[in-house]
C-alpha cells in the first residue's frame, strides 16, 4: 500500500498517461511518429521534482519541466491539449483501483477465518444476548457466521467501488474535448485498463470518490462490529473468547495481571477515523462551476490514509480471528448462570400450551428468574418448587435442552455455504 501511494508510483502513473496520450496523437498525425522514442526514453528524478515545484509552486509543471529535459526538443508534444486534472485524475484513479484490490484480497484472508472459526464451532454452545444481557442460547459458531455473511457483503460492495472508481478522464480545459478529442482519450484509458467518466467536467465526478470512500467506512464498520464484540467476549466478567497474547506480551505498565484486548480497541478507534474521512469525501462532491480544488487538498490525506487503515485494520483482525482463543467451557458456565434462565421463553410457551393465560404464565416464569438471578434459588429449582408448574408440566428437563436452539442453525450454515473444511 505504501508503494502504491508513493511519489515514484504517482510520477510513473502520470509519465505512462503522457506516453500513452503522445502515442494516440501520433495515431491521428499530430505527433510525429519519429518523436516517440525520445518521448518513451522520458525519466523523471523526485528530488527535482520537488526543488522545481518549490519555485513554480504547481506540482504538474513541476513534473513536466523535469520529463522534458530528459526528452529534448521532442517535450514540446507532451501534456498537448491537456489540463492537469487529466493526468492527476487518471493516475488517482489507478491508485484507487490498486488500493481496494489489495484491501479485497486481505478481506478474504479474514473472511476464510472467520469461516474456519464457525466451522469450527458450529455446535459450540453460549449465551446469546440482547441489550448486553443474557437472553437464549446460540453457539458461538452461529456468532461468527453472522460475521462472515456481513464480511460477504463487504467484498460485495469492495468489488462495486472498485468498478466505479477506475474510470479517468482526457477531456481538456473544462472537459469539452475542444483541445483533446475523445478518440485520445479512448485510447489512453483502454491502453490503462479505465472507463471513461462519461460527462465529466475538468475533473472526474467525485460521487464516484464519495462512494468508494463510504464503501471503506462501511467496510471498517464490520471490523469494528467484529473487534467490538470480541472486546465484549474478553471481558474478565465474560471471559469466553480472547485475542492472541505474545508470551512475552505486557497488558499494562502498572498492573501485571491484565491483558487487554489491544488490538481489537485499536481497530475500533481506527474505524472513527475512517467514518471521518467519509464525510470529507462526501463534502468534495459539490465544486465551483466546472473545477475548483477545494477538494485536492483532503482527497490527497484522506483517500491515501483510509486505504492503508482498512486495509491494515482487515490485516489485524485476521491475526486476531486465526489466532482467537475460545473458551467453550467459560461458555457454558455463563449460560447456565442462574440455574438456566436463558430458557425462560421454553418454560412460558409450555405454560401457556398447558392452558395457562400468558400474563399469569409471564408473571410465573419472571419471578422465579428474578429471584434466581438476585441470588434466591436457581430459576429451574424456583420453578420446580412450585405447585402450579409442577401440576401442569411436571418433568421439565426437554424445556431445558439446548438442543432445541440448535435445530435451525444448519440452515445458516448451508446458507452460507460453510460446509465442513477438510
Given at each position: ?23 494516440a ?8 511518429a ?48 491537456m ?52 437472553a ?26 472498485r ?27 483502454t491502453g ?5 467518466d ?20 462501511v467496510a ?14 474478553q ?45 470529507t469525501?462526501l ?49 457454558l ?19 401457556v ?31 420446580e ?34 460446509g465442513?473444511?477438510?
Amino acid at each position: 500500500m505504501r508503494e502504491i501511494w508513493s511519489d515514484q508510483r504517482r510520477f510513473e502513473h502520470w509519465l505512462r498517461i503522457e506516453i500513452l496520450a503522445c502515442e494516440a496523437w501520433a495515431e491521428q498525425g499530430r505527433v510525429p511518429a519519429e518523436a516517440l522514442p525520445a518521448i518513451r526514453r522520458a525519466r523523471f528524478d523526485i528530488a527535482k521534482i520537488a526543488e522545481v515545484e518549490e519555485r513554480v509552486g504547481h506540482d504538474v509543471i513541476a513534473f513536466l519541466t523535469v520529463i522534458g529535459e530528459s526528452i529534448g526538443p521532442e517535450a514540446r508534444y507532451v501534456h498537448l491539449g491537456m489540463t492537469s486534472s487529466d493526468v492527476l485524475d487518471t493516475a488517482f484513479a489507478l491508485q484507487l483501483r490498486d488500493s481496494i484490490d489489495l484491501i479485497v484480497a486481505d478481506f478474504a484472508k479474514l473472511r476464510n477465518a472467520a469461516e474456519d472459526l464457525a466451522i469450527k464451532h458450529r455446535k459450540t454452545l453460549m449465551a446469546g444476548r440482547t441489550h448486553g444481557i443474557h437472553a437464549e442460547p446460540i453457539t458461538f459458531g452461529f456468532k461468527v457466521a453472522g460475521w462472515v455473511a456481513e464480511l460477504q457483503r463487504s467484498e460485495k460492495r469492495l468489488a462495486g467501488a472498485r468498478f466505479e472508481i477506475a474510470y479517468g478522464r482526457l477531456s481538456g480545459a473544462v472537459g469539452t474535448h475542444a483541445t483533446l478529442p475523445p478518440t485520445v482519450e479512448r485510447r489512453v484509458m483502454t491502453g490503462l485498463g479505465l472507463g471513461i467518466d462519461a460527462a465529466g467536467t475538468q475533473v472526474v465526478s467525485r460521487d464516484r470518490h464519495a462512494q468508494f470512500m463510504t464503501t471503506l467506512a462501511v467496510a471498517a464498520g464490520t471490523l469494528e462490529r467484529i473487534a467490538l464484540e470480541i472486546r465484549h467476549l474478553q471481558r474478565t466478567e465474560v471471559g469466553e473468547a480472547f485475542e492472541p497474547f505474545g508470551r512475552e506480551q505486557k497488558g499494562s505498565s502498572a498492573m501485571p495481571h491484565k491483558r487487554n484486548p489491544v488490538l481489537t480497541e485499536r481497530v475500533c478507534g481506527l474505524a472513527r477515523v475512517v467514518r471521518g474521512y467519509a464525510a470529507t469525501a462526501l463534502e468534495n462532491m459539490a465544486l465551483w462551476h466546472e473545477r475548483d480544488i477545494s477538494h485536492s487538498s483532503a482527497e490527497r490525506v484522506v483517500f491515501p490514509d483510509a486505504c492503508a487503515l482498512v486495509d491494515y485494520m482487515a490485516i489485524q483482525m485476521h491475526k486476531v480471528l486465526a489466532g482467537l482463543e475460545v473458551h467453550p467451557e467459560r461458555m457454558l458456565q455463563n449460560l447456565n448462570a442462574g440455574g438456566g434462565v436463558v430458557f425462560s421463553q421454553r418454560v412460558l410457551l409450555a405454560l401457556v400450551d398447558s392452558g395457562m393465560s400468558r400474563d399469569d404464565a409471564y408473571r410465573v416464569v419472571q419471578s422465579a428468574a428474578m429471584r434466581a438471578l438476585s441470588g434466591d434459588g436457581g430459576f429451574r429449582s424456583n420453578l420446580e418448587a412450585d405447585p402450579a408448574v409442577r401440576e401442569r408440566l411436571g418433568n421439565v428437563d426437554s424445556l431445558f435442552d439446548p438442543g432445541h436452539y440448535l435445530e435451525h442453525i444448519d440452515e445458516v450454515f448451508d446458507r452460507l455455504n460453510l460446509g465442513v473444511r477438510k
